[in-house]
């Protein structure tokens, strides 16, 4: 495990990219303070001001290309484990990338491919942010106190455990029970075309959402969707 610790920088997922394409191990992680250009899925902004965890790790996965869309469930997974270790907290997971507390986000993930490596970024609000977090955010921070460098270590463990046991996608068995999504009417927000209502009825074994949209069974692998919380 290879630790670059920032107090500033643009963006962890590009800093972290950049090294995977020069040749970085497995585990490599970076952490910064805050990030100035922070990124978010499906091309929006992430919050990043000071006092988050803003973390990226390196991951080299046996595991065909057709199912890294198992990553960012196995990391959704390993920032619960690395929670209920840290603070015992046990935050619901919304698909795919989210975990909410209370109703509100408490931490998203941005799984991205740099060469043969993936990169895995982790968002998480440990405080309350100076002047609280911006309107229609829905976020929330940790109730409690965290040491931030112990659950970055903790999440870093977590996730190269189970990155090491590929193929075992026993992991999903976790996800699943913490999904706040599965059995409820949900909107789907496709990456293109306009949003639907369906119900979310399964997670399959490569961590896509199957939903049931006017009696038609629809598996998901993009886009996002939303509950009422
Ligand atoms: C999302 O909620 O859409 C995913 C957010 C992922 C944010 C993390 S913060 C660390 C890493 N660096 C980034 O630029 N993004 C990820």
Redesign the pocket.
């Known amino acids: 495990m290879a630790w670059i610790c920032l107090s500033e920088t643009?963006?962890?997922?590009?800093?972290?990219k950049e090294l995977a394409r020069q040749g970085a191990s497995q585990g490599t992680a970076?952490l910064?303070d805050r990030?100035t250009?922070?990124?978010?899925?499906?091309g929006?902004d992430?919050f990043?001001p000071e006092g988050?965890?803003?973390?990226?790790v390196i991951l080299r996965p046996e595991l065909p290309r057709e199912q890294w869309s198992l990553l960012t469930p196995m990391a959704a997974v390993a920032v619960c484990r690395a929670l209920k270790q840290t603070c015992g907290l046990s935050p619901g997971i919304k698909w795919v990338?989210?975990l909410y507390l209370a109703g509100k986000?408490l931490?998203?993930?941005?799984c991205e491919t740099a060469g043969a490596a993936a990169?895995v970024?982790?968002?998480?609000n440990l405080r309350q942010p100076q002047g609280d977090f911006p309107p229609g955010l829905n976020a929330i921070a940790l109730p409690r106190a965290v040491d931030r460098d112990a659950l970055a270590q903790a999440i870093v463990q977590q996730l190269l455990a189970l990155c090491e046991s590929l193929p075992d996608t026993g992991f999903l068995e976790e996800y699943r029970a913490a999904s706040l999504v599965l059995g409820r009417a949900v909107t789907v927000h496709p990456v293109e075309g306009a949003p639907y209502e369906a119900r979310a009825q399964a997670i399959d074994g490569l961590g896509r959402l199957v939903v049931v949209r006017d009696g038609m069974i629809q598996t998901l692998d993009s886009g996002e969707v939303s509950i009422r919380l």
Request: aromatic content about 6%.
């Open positions: 643009d963006s962890t997922n590009r800093a972290a970076v910064a990030q250009a922070g990124r978010g899925r499906l929006r992430f990043s988050g965890l803003y973390l990226s990338n989210d986000k931490c998203g993930i941005l990169v970024g982790i968002g998480l």
